[in-house]
């Protein structure tokens, strides 16, 4: 329902109830607000809008079960007070009695709960000439109750809502001067539910990138400050190489294949030389590496890459050049 004046209208501020379930996006909290309206889409089909300078305002209503529905498009129309409040008798703002011809569809008429049933404080406000009854509690209760009664001759529409919406709609109310529209809830509720959801996943999507961000800092930091172990170029230049030629490969003094790079070897290749001396080792893989060869060979760009910029150590079998 909104509510607000004719003249002098102006940009006004908004604060929607639910910007206070909203201030915290977690992915508990998110599955809070899911719960929370999911129920509330369950009990309530319409929503209470008050607009009123410089403030804005959203109250949730139960329609009642007896009265006619509101559509999609929702109602609009002025709000006035109840006289008695209760409309439990003939209300003496009778627009009927009046003879207004303005159409009764266009106003709106709050009415406190209590002293008697709602279907009758209803059949009164439409007795009277008013679209629309809205009726607030008179307990300060969390729950709204869906109003029941005999739909028998009533063609008027009913909500009804909290004693807090119910307080401000009444100070808020303007008559004439003012404009009241009932609209449906449920494109409303979800769409809040998706502004909700969608702020939380990018919320949960900018932790998660800060914490790789923040991890990979880390990391990055650690290999600054620890750098691997390599050998000066000066040093591994001093390492023995040969230019490759297929007749090594009958005296097993050369592989066929770079260790490193796993391409083949071709005539007039450089290569490098590793004393790894497999075989003073001992383990069973270094025993077998010695059936091939005394000395490890790899191409030249590979191995001098390896050794000045990851490790000191050769890449197949672990031996430190240090050493």
């Given amino acids: 329902m909104t509510l607000h004046r004719r003249p002098n209208r102006g940009p006004t501020s908004s604060f929607p109830a639910a910007a206070a379930a909203a201030t915290s996006f977690s992915p508990c909290s998110l599955l809070f607000l899911f719960c929370c309206f999911s129920s509330l889409l369950r009990s309530s089909e319409a929503l209470v809008h008050l607009r009123s300078k ?15 529905p509101v559509d999609g498009f929702g109602i609009c129309g002025s709000l006035h007070v109840a006289e008695p409040l209760d409309a439990c008798s003939g209300l003496r703002n009778n627009w009927t009695a009046l003879g207004d011809g303005r159409g009764g569809d266009s106003r709106f008429v709050l009415i406190s709960r209590g002293v008697c049933s709602f279907e009758e404080k209803v059949r009164n406000a439409q007795g009277a000439g008013f679209g629309a009854a809205i009726i607030f509690d008179d307990q300060e209760k969390n729950s709204l109750y869906a109003m029941v009664g005999d739909s028998a ?7 009804f809502v909290s004693k807090i919406a119910g307080d401000t709609l009444m100070k808020h109310a303007r008559g004439e001067e003012g404009e009241c529209c009932i609209g449906s809830s449920m494109d409303e509720a979800t769409g809040t539910i998706l502004v909700i959801s969608f702020a939380s996943l990018v919320f949960i999507i900018i932790v998660l990138a800060a914490f790789l961000l923040a991890r990979n800092c880390q990391l990055l930091r650690h290999r600054i400050q620890n750098p691997p172990a390599s050998m000066k170029q000066e040093a591994v230049e001093l390492l023995p190489c040969l230019t490759f030629r297929t ?19 071709k005539d007039g290749e450089s290569l490098r030389v590793l004393p790894c001396q497999h075989e003073k080792s001992g383990t069973k893989l270094r025993s077998r590496l010695v059936l091939l060869i005394d000395w490890l060979d790899f191409h030249l760009v590979c191995v001098d890459s390896w050794l000045t910029k990851w490790g000191t150590f050769c890449p197949v079998c672990k031996h430190d050049m240090r050493s």
């Fill in 54 to 68: 410089p403030f804005s305002f959203t109250f949730l209503d139960a329609p009642a079960r007896f009265a006619v």
């Fill in 153 to 159: 001759g009533i063609h008027i529409h009913a909500v």
């Fill in 247 to 265: 007749a090594f490969l009958s005296s097993k003094r050369t592989a066929e294949t770079c260790a490193i790079c796993l391409e083949d070897y």
